[in-house]
């Protein structure tokens, strides 16, 4: 039994990845701004066969994350796995963005994500063990037009834990960090987040179900990997980055407006997530189910990368035995 922290955890990747672990019966600190949602998620982990504290919080409040992770030592232990998933985003070309908006993305994409490293470090650390995960994006490394502030403050992130890894490396910790790339994921951040596209806003596909994520997620958590490209898409967009960066910046010039919206206005007065949240409860998946996937053999073959190289290595050894044996 594990103590987890998810932040974000209301809905979409972060309830997922919450009620993930909740299923192994783990005990799980929920923190996200809404109550109301953060409730059901936890009434969902109980169902599971888990426990769970709410914590109502904002992470762009560095004070309130480390209160979260006092309150969650003091109910259930110490601290095992941290994810850092929360996020907020603006859907807008940058000549029309705001500099209060710039700020608000970056302080809960990024310094959010930070806060919550910090908190964790500061208990893991003493006692040489724990595991922190990022819950990056393939945008990390290959940005896309009309996001600019989120593609910006998940660059910062990857730059950050990077440099942190690096750190616990010299250090001889026993700590880990590890990013996850995400690719599109069917959440519910496409109905709340602040846009000015004039059509509905969608994840690019192909799209998968967060449930994909928090299976990784959890792989992640126990077992030793520091990075990991989840989905093909995700592959393609970060090694092509590196491979052919000023091709793409053309290609996605053609094609990621029209690919980043549905052929459905979108309505200006809707509310949005990023200055409060958008109440009721959304939980983990948005509105596209019905083309969303459900598995992905990319993560499969990730996980199990170890086994199949081994089992190349001893294909070519035996190849070279036989070939011996008859030459």
Not at 228 to 253: C, E, Q, T, W
Request: hydrophobic share 45%.
């Amino acid at each position: 039994m594990s103590v987890v922290v998810v932040t974000g955890a209301s809905a979409g990747v972060g309830r997922a990845v919450a009620r993930a672990f909740g299923a192994r019966g783990d005990r799980v600190t929920l923190i996200a701004r809404g109550r109301e949602r953060l409730e059901r998620a936890r009434t969902e982990i109980e169902q599971l066969g888990g426990e769970a504290l709410v914590f109502p919080a904002d992470v762009a409040d560095a004070a309130a994350v480390s209160a979260a992770a006092a309150a969650t030592e003091e109910r259930f232990g110490p601290i095992d796995v941290w994810v850092n998933d929360a996020m907020v985003s603006v859907f807008s070309p940058v000549k029309q963005m705001r500099p209060e908006e710039y700020r608000r993305v970056t302080e809960v994409t990024y310094l959010g994500a930070v806060y919550g490293t910090l908190a964790a470090l500061e208990r893991m650390l003493p006692r040489d063990r724990g595991v922190i995960i990022q819950i990056g994006s393939a945008l990390a490394y290959r940005a896309i037009p009309l996001q600019s502030a989120y593609c910006a403050a998940k660059h910062a992130l990857q730059g950050f834990t990077e440099s942190l890894r690096s750190e616990l490396y010299h250090d001889g910790s026993r700590v880990r960090v590890a990013m996850l790339q995400l690719p599109a994921v069917n959440t519910p951040q496409f109905d709340w987040v602040k846009s000015r596209l004039p059509n509905r806003a969608q994840p690019v596909p192909p799209v998968y179900q967060p449930e994909v994520i928090a299976d990784a997620v959890v792989w992640a958590a126990e077992h030793e990997r520091e990075e990991m490209y989840l989905g093909f898409s995700a592959v393609k967009a970060i090694v092509g980055n590196r491979v052919m960066p000023r091709l793409l910046d053309h290609y996605l010039a053609h094609t990621g407006y029209t690919s980043q919206q549905t052929g459905v206005p979108e309505d200006p007065d809707r509310p949005d997530n990023l200055w409060e949240p958008v109440r009721g409860d959304f939980g983990a998946h948005g509105r596209f189910d019905a083309i969303a996937r459900d598995r992905s053999w990319q993560i499969r073959l990730s996980e199990h990368r170890g086994r199949l190289v081994a089992a190349g290595i001893g294909a070519l050894l035996v190849g070279a035995v036989v070939r011996r044996a008859f030459a």
